[in-house]
Structures are given as structure tokens and as C-alpha cells.
């Protein structure tokens, strides 16, 4: 059974900093893409970054140059650091990856402070 957790999120003002964390499990993570994705209430989920099995990243426009997506594949974990943070990045952010079906944690919420 594929299982993933996120951590790390809460309240911080406007310019600081916050290190989620996606613990997965039931999954060969060492082989599998991962995606941080966040939502706001009445809007679409939103892609925010993606790390491949050998570590190519990539990030929405959005967020590029502030957030940095890394992975351990030792602790079958992905973190997404988060510098800069605006009140805009306020929402809630979900760990996603792929295998034959779409599985998605149950969120983490991330609050920024103007």
C-alpha cells in the first residue's frame, strides 16, 4: 500500500522560511518521480516542483529561484525547501507521485503572514 505523509508546514511571515517533508512508503522510491503540488480553497491544484529518480528538477515559474526540491532516497523522503515565502504561496501543499495510478498525500498546510 503506497503511503505518502507530508510534514512540516505552518505559519511563518512574509520573507521567511519553511522545510516540508514527504515521507513515502510502499513504493520502489528510489525509481520514482516526485512532485510537490499545492491548493488554495475554489482553485485548481497547483504543480509546484518535480525531482526524477536521478535527481533532474524542475519548478513552476512561480517559484523558481525560492524553493528548492531535493530528495533522500536512504529515508525514501522529499523535501521541498521554501525561502522568500510570500502571503501568494499560502495553501495547502501535497506530495504526488506516479504508479499506474495517481497517489497523493493528505497535505500539509502552509500559512505566510504579509
Known amino acids: 500500500q503506497v503511503q505518502l505523509v507530508e510534514s512540516g508546514g505552518g505559519l511563518v511571515q512574509a520573507g521567511g522560511s519553511l522545510k516540508l517533508s514527504c515521507a513515502a512508503s510502499g513504493i520502489d522510491f528510489s525509481l520514482s518521480t516526485m512532485d510537490w503540488y499545492r491548493q488554495t480553497p475554489g482553485k485548481q491544484r497547483e504543480w509546484v516542483a518535480r525531482?526524477?529518480?536521478?535527481?533532474?528538477?524542475n519548478y513552476a515559474d512561480s517559484v523558481k529561484g525560492r524553493f528548492t526540491i531535493s530528495r533522500d532516497n536512504a529515508k525514501n523522503t522529499v523535501y521541498l525547501q521554501m525561502n522568500s515565502l510570500k502571503p501568494d504561496d499560502t495553501a495547502v501543499y501535497y506530495c504526488h507521485t506516479y504508479f499506474r495510478v495517481d497517489y497523493w498525500g493528505q497535505g500539509t498546510q502552509v500559512t505566510v503572514s504579509s
Open positions: 525531482i526524477s529518480s536521478g535527481g533532474i528538477t
